[in-house]
Structure formats: structure tokens, C-alpha cells
């Protein structure tokens, strides 16, 4: 029995360096990767602190705005608020006051206003964090839409962007700061992968990503970081306002994402602030998409670009499958929505020859 004990660790020692033969190369070449990476990566990593800093929120008022506002109070940041309803606003400001001891600042304004947003900003001071949150959603099919809802959306979701940015952006510049400062943009997942029924919606936000890759080499040189958020659907008041309208086409295709809770996307906002990263995915999914797409985006952790050069394609290759089988399910559901109008139509027709030859005399 001790014989067979001993030719069983034999074997093990003698397996052990094949496996560092083998193994050893594949972690040396990763460790050197990783060196390069951290020298050519562009950005690069910053650490961009919010206790004391001046955090600027849009769409505070409720959701998940709302909820990053709280969420920074509590963490010992001078908080602004700019939304449209001054009821709603100082409801979120009693609250913040209530669970954090914190006071806020409110700005009623509409960010289509860019007088209103100027003025806003001015009367808040230097913002070292800007938080993009305002924005809306609609489900509809493009052809059954209103133009003016298209620009609306447009209007609030990405010229609304512009309008604080363009006005938040100079005083960020010109006042001195060690620290680095940040401009935080909601975007959506919907921002990441189109979806049926939510043509403008996705456009907003796709568009999203153009102006904050761009900005962020306009500002890099004044030590100011850019992030995207882009979180999956939050059941926040809008979204289930905007479900009422989903058709349910565009629930059974939705159903695939998973939701998350409110105070768990402000809390990935922040932390993804705060470790100046370009996107911020707030889930698996989210992060999935963001190698899948990271394109030309700002590299901003070696790590994560190991794994956008490493995982890419086998994460491509992944949503081909999802998106094959989401067109596989608009296929049938149209085919069935075509086979229901037929029959409809059969009946009718039938209806109403039974109905002819009733009166026939």
C-alpha cells in the first residue's frame, strides 16, 4: 500500500512541471500584455473622489437621478438638482434631507432650455461632477410615431445633453484642479444593441456614445474624465409609465434583459465615477456589450483591454445567436399577427355574403 502511495506522488511530481511547462508561457505572455497595455492604454485610469466635490444631477428629482443624488449626499458631496418640476424637486430635496442630514441645491428648469440651463449653472458655481441623467423612453413602432415625439426625445435626451455640457464645461475648465474632475452621460443599454419598437429611443442613446467618445478627448487635457453609463431597464416612475405603451412583441423580446433595482445602478454610477472609467456597465450584460463594442472607445484599465481583445469575438459571436433568435421571434410574431388579420378578414367577408343572401329576395 505505501508502495502505491509513493509511485501516485511520483507521478504527481512528475506532472507538475509539464504543467509550468505549459503554463508558464501562457501567464508570462499575459503579464508582459499586460505591461504594454498599461503603458499604451489611453486615458488610463484616474481616481476621481466625490466627498467634498460639487456633484451637479439632472433629472434628480426622481429614479434613478434621485437615487445618485442621495447616494453622493451620503457620501459627503454638495449636491445640486436641475429637473422641470419644482414640486417633485423639493419632495427629493426633504427626502435627501431626511435620509442623509445633507441639504440640496433645486434648479426648475427644462433642459430644452438653454438660457434657463445657463442661468441654472451659473447660480450652482463650479460643478466637479456632472451627472447626465435627464431623459425619456417611448416603445412604438417608427412607422406609427409622431415626429414631434421623435423630437422631443431627441430634443431632451441628447440636445438636452449638449445644452448642460456646453455650459457646465468652461467653469470646469478655467478653475484649477489637482483632482480630476467628471462628466457622467446616461446612456441605456438600448444605447448598446438596437431594439424592435424603440427606433428613437435607440438613436438618442447611441448617440450618447459618439458625444461622449469625442468629449472625452476634448477635456482630457484639463484632467476631466468622461463615463457612460449604461444600465438595463430600472423600474423607475418613466419606465412604467413608457411600459404601458410596450407592445408585446417588445415585452417578449425585453423579457431576455434582466432589470435592476434603482439604488444599485446610482451605486454603479458612482463607483464607476469614481474609477474614472469610460463605460460603466451595470451588469453582466452590460459588461458583455461593452467588450463586444468597446470599437474605438477610450481604454481606460489594462485589464478590461485584455479582455475586449481576448473575449470580443467569442462575445460576438454570442449575441449573433441572441439577435438570430430575437429575429426568429419577430419573424413568427409577425407571421401570427398577418394569420390573425386574415382570418379576421375571412369572417368578416363571410359575415357578410351570409348576411347578402339573407336579404336576398
Given at each position: 500500500?505505501?508502495?502505491?502511495?509513493?509511485?501516485?506522488?511520483?507521478?504527481?511530481?512528475?506532472?507538475?512541471?509539464?504543467?509550468?511547462?505549459?503554463?508558464?508561457?501562457v501567464?508570462?505572455?499575459?503579464?508582459?500584455?499586460?505591461?504594454?497595455?498599461?503603458?499604451?492604454?489611453?486615458?488610463?485610469?484616474?481616481?476621481?473622489?466625490?466627498?467634498g466635490?460639487?456633484?451637479?444631477?439632472?433629472?434628480g428629482?426622481m429614479?434613478?437621478?434621485?437615487?445618485?443624488?442621495?447616494?453622493?449626499?451620503?457620501?459627503?458631496?454638495?449636491?445640486?438638482?436641475?429637473?422641470?418640476?419644482?414640486?417633485?424637486?423639493?419632495?427629493?430635496?426633504?427626502?435627501?434631507?431626511?435620509?442623509?442630514?445633507?441639504?440640496?441645491s433645486?434648479?426648475?428648469?427644462?433642459?430644452?432650455d438653454?438660457?434657463?440651463?445657463?442661468?441654472?449653472?451659473?447660480?450652482?458655481?463650479?460643478?466637479?461632477?456632472?451627472?447626465?441623467?435627464?431623459?425619456?423612453?417611448?416603445?412604438?413602432?417608427?412607422?406609427?410615431?409622431?415626429?414631434?415625439?421623435?423630437?422631443r426625445?431627441?430634443?431632451?435626451?441628447?440636445?438636452?445633453?449638449?445644452?448642460?455640457?456646453?455650459?457646465?464645461?468652461?467653469?470646469?475648465?478655467?478653475?484649477?484642479?489637482?483632482?480630476?474632475?467628471?462628466?457622467?452621460?446616461?446612456?441605456?443599454?438600448?444605447?448598446?444593441?438596437?431594439?424592435?419598437?424603440y427606433?428613437?429611443?435607440?438613436?438618442?442613446?447611441?448617440?450618447?456614445?459618439?458625444?461622449?467618445?469625442?468629449?472625452?478627448?476634448?477635456?482630457?487635457?484639463?484632467?476631466?474624465?468622461?463615463?457612460?453609463?449604461?444600465?438595463?431597464?430600472?423600474?423607475?416612475?418613466?419606465?412604467?409609465?413608457?411600459?404601458?405603451?410596450?407592445?408585446?412583441?417588445?415585452?417578449?423580446?425585453?423579457?431576455?434583459?434582466?432589470?435592476?433595482d434603482?439604488?444599485?445602478?446610482?451605486?454603479?454610477?458612482?463607483?464607476g465615477?469614481?474609477?474614472?472609467?469610460?463605460?460603466?456597465p451595470?451588469?453582466?450584460?452590460?459588461?458583455?456589450?461593452?467588450?463586444?463594442?468597446?470599437?474605438?472607445?477610450?481604454?481606460?484599465?489594462?485589464?478590461?483591454?485584455?479582455?475586449?481583445?481576448f473575449?470580443?469575438?467569442?462575445?460576438?459571436?454570442?449575441?449573433?445567436?441572441?439577435?438570430?433568435?430575437?429575429?426568429?421571434?419577430?419573424?413568427?410574431?409577425?407571421?401570427?399577427?398577418?394569420?390573425?388579420?386574415?382570418?379576421?378578414?375571412?369572417?368578416?367577408?363571410?359575415?357578410?355574403?351570409?348576411?347578402?343572401?339573407?336579404?336576398?329576395?
Amino acid at each position: 500500500m505505501p508502495a502505491k502511495r509513493e509511485t501516485t506522488q511520483t507521478r504527481n511530481m512528475d506532472i507538475f512541471p509539464l504543467v509550468l511547462i505549459y503554463i508558464g508561457p501562457v501567464v508570462a505572455v499575459v503579464l508582459i500584455f499586460l505591461g504594454v497595455l498599461s503603458h499604451v492604454i489611453k486615458p488610463g485610469g484616474a481616481r476621481v473622489p466625490i466627498k467634498g466635490r460639487h456633484v451637479f444631477v439632472t433629472g434628480g428629482s426622481m429614479g434613478i437621478g434621485l437615487a445618485i443624488a442621495k447616494q453622493a449626499a451620503a457620501q459627503g458631496a454638495k449636491v445640486s438638482l436641475l429637473a422641470r418640476g419644482r414640486h417633485k424637486l423639493e419632495e427629493a430635496r426633504e427626502e435627501i434631507r431626511r435620509d442623509t442630514g445633507a441639504d440640496v441645491s433645486v434648479y426648475s428648469v427644462d433642459v430644452r432650455d438653454e438660457e434657463g440651463v445657463k442661468k441654472s449653472l451659473q447660480e450652482a458655481g463650479t460643478v466637479d461632477v456632472l451627472v447626465c441623467n435627464q431623459g425619456f423612453g417611448l416603445a412604438r413602432e417608427l412607422v406609427q410615431m409622431d415626429m414631434a415625439e421623435v423630437r422631443r426625445m431627441l430634443d431632451i435626451n441628447v440636445v438636452g445633453t449638449f445644452n448642460l455640457i456646453r455650459h457646465a464645461l468652461p467653469p470646469m475648465q478655467q478653475t484649477a484642479s489637482s483632482t480630476p474632475r467628471s462628466i457622467s452621460i446616461i446612456s441605456s443599454q438600448a444605447g448598446q444593441l438596437g431594439v424592435y419598437g424603440y427606433t428613437h429611443y435607440c438613436a438618442s442613446k447611441f448617440a450618447l456614445r459618439g458625444l461622449a467618445e469625442a468629449l472625452q478627448q476634448e477635456v482630457i487635457s484639463h484632467n476631466i474624465r468622461v463615463c457612460l453609463v449604461c444600465p438595463p431597464p430600472v423600474e423607475t416612475p418613466g419606465y412604467l409609465d413608457a411600459r404601458k405603451m410596450f407592445s408585446e412583441l417588445t415585452i417578449a423580446l425585453a423579457s431576455s434583459t434582466s432589470k435592476m433595482d434603482v439604488k444599485d445602478v446610482a451605486r454603479e454610477t458612482l463607483d464607476g465615477i469614481k474609477s474614472g472609467k469610460f463605460f460603466v456597465p451595470c451588469n453582466w450584460q452590460g459588461f458583455a456589450l461593452s467588450l463586444a463594442g468597446s470599437g474605438g472607445s477610450p481604454a481606460t484599465s489594462p485589464l478590461t483591454s485584455l479582455y475586449e481583445v481576448f473575449l470580443a469575438g467569442a462575445i460576438r459571436l454570442g449575441l449573433i445567436f441572441t439577435v438570430g433568435k430575437w429575429y426568429n421571434i419577430i419573424t413568427k410574431w409577425k407571421k401570427a399577427e398577418r394569420q390573425k388579420t386574415a382570418n379576421s378578414l375571412a369572417v368578416c367577408e363571410a359575415a357578410h355574403l351570409n348576411l347578402n343572401e339573407r336579404r336576398w329576395p
